[in-house]
């Protein structure tokens, strides 16, 4: 990296640490804020179900298109287009009187998750390249702490009306993204092209991902997002099923997201020192051993213990599965996130068959097991893999 590119590489740095903050800021909101949307248009279970899954679609659809559109001189509008559509999909959706207006707004809102994503993503692994080191754990983390910070909003403005908190979040978020729009345009300058080894590629170290290793980093991603999703929609029914109070039972999620946010700012120096297999591996399996400790241990304690090391465990996986795709360009990036959804959309309703069939505890092994699976095949799936 020459100095005259150092400043440039700075700002582009902390540009896409604040789009992943913001997004978690506006997923959160929107996640926490939910009953009050099911409630103002008078929807069902069930219809709330549709939207959800409206939602689902419209980000499938929205990554894949981000994909086909994320190349490099195309990331600037891409970024601040999908910023802004996101943001006007959440003050729309504050709005929604009706289950009809809350399915459009939904499926758009995807839409625009899902290519912001990418498009975020895609310029991460731009940029990681150019500072030829590895930065994606610590951007992830800001989603995470992005997160954090949107359920603490969200939990702050509990008495204020859904509307008001979700226009509120969608100004911010818009003006924000308008008002970077010159230092987004950087995304796309020749002074973020990685420094190319002429003898490196000679020797084919940044040749295509085959077809396979495509594939197995999709399903390692699914394999891992289907734990996260375990976490979040399942951590709090474990614990209250223990005997937990509603404070402590919260409090099992929480844990793990700190957890993992803690995780992906130290994983970067992490990767690094060991190299990107070592690292997704150790951690996949204390995922593995921590959550299994936790449910067989069948105490509180040991319950958010074994959620904390589950979440330390799993922060490093998804940063290092997209540095590995980014190898291969946007619609790459595209694919892995498109599988990896296929995990956190499933994980949460197939862990609740299990268990109605089984037990909470044996039917929450599953994400346990999988994480053992991430830990047996990464160091396949990511050998080769530099930023």
Known sequence: MNLIAAPELARSRRLLTGYFAGLGVVMAVFGARMPAVQHTAEVSTGGLAIVLLAAALGMVAGLQAGGRLAHPARLPALLTGGAIALAACLAVLGVCRSLESLLAAAFVFGVAH?????????????CQD?????????????????????????????????????TGVAVSAAVAAGATTAHTRTLASSGLEPARNPAAQDLGEREGLSRTRLWLLGVLAAATLL?????????????????????TSAAAYGLYSVAMAAGRLAGDRLTVRFGAPAIVRTGAVLAAL????????????????????????????IPSLITAAGADGPRAVATVAVTGYV?????????????????????LLLPALLAAAVATLAPKALEKTTP
Do not use: C, K, Q
Request: proline residues 2%.
């Open 290 to 317: 921590g959550l299994a400790t936790g449910l067989a241990g069948s105490t509180i304690a040991f319950a958010l213990l074994g959620w904390t090391a589950f979440g330390l465990g799993l922060s490093v996986t």
């Open 114 to 126: 899902g290519a912001l994503d990418v498009a975020a993503n895609a310029a991460a692994v731009r």
């Open 227 to 247: 734990g996260e999703g375990a976490a979040a929609d399942w951590a709090a029914v474990h614990l209250h099923d223990l005997g937990a109070t509603a404070a």
């Open 130 to 166: 150019a500072h030829g080191r590895p930065i994606m754990g610590r951007l992830h983390a800001s989603y995470s702490l992005g997160a954090l910070t949107g359920a603490a909003v969200a939990a702050a403005t509990a008495h204020t009306a859904h509307t008001v908190v979700f």
């Open 343 to 363: 995990g956190l959309l499933a994980g949460p309703a197939l862990i609740g068959a299990l268990a109605t069939v089984t037990a909470l505890p044996h039917a």
